[in-house]
């Protein structure tokens, strides 16, 4: 099991929570959908994070599963963020992506834990 600051993951969830920062300093206004997103973005790499250094690839199988549920919780807040026309798509879209892009290396690191191969 990798310290967390070496898994590609976690440099991926820094980069949404800084994408999910800036779409967020635009939507001042709606501030429960801002502090949602926000806390779901901050929740995918503190998962990760605590889940690494938990010592088992049991323990961290979980804390990954629970980093996912936050990934598809930031996608789906953006999406409704475009819904709501809330932002613009050039602003949301890219967040959406990343947050696709990181949910995809979740299952794939949750699938290589569940095959005890982490």
């Avoid at 798509?89 to 949910?103: C, L, M, T």
Wanted: aromatic share 4%; proline share 2%; with cysteine.
């Amino acid at each position: 099991m990798a310290r967390f600051t070496k898994l590609q993951v976690w440099q991926e969830a820094r980069i949404l929570l800084r994408q999910v920062s800036g779409l967020t300093r635009i939507m001042a206004s709606e501030g429960d959908l801002v502090r949602q997103i926000r806390r779901a973005a901050i929740s995918v790499a503190s998962n990760l994070a605590e889940g690494s250094e938990r010592g088992s690839d049991r323990d961290f199988l979980r804390f990954v599963r629970m980093a996912n549920a936050s990934c598809a919780e930031v996608e789906a807040q953006a999406t409704i963020t475009l819904d709501l026309e809330l932002a613009a798509p050039e602003q949301v879209v890219p967040v959406i992506d990343q947050a696709q892009r990181i949910g995809r290396m979740l299952n794939r690191l949750m699938a290589r834990l569940d095959a005890g191969g982490g």
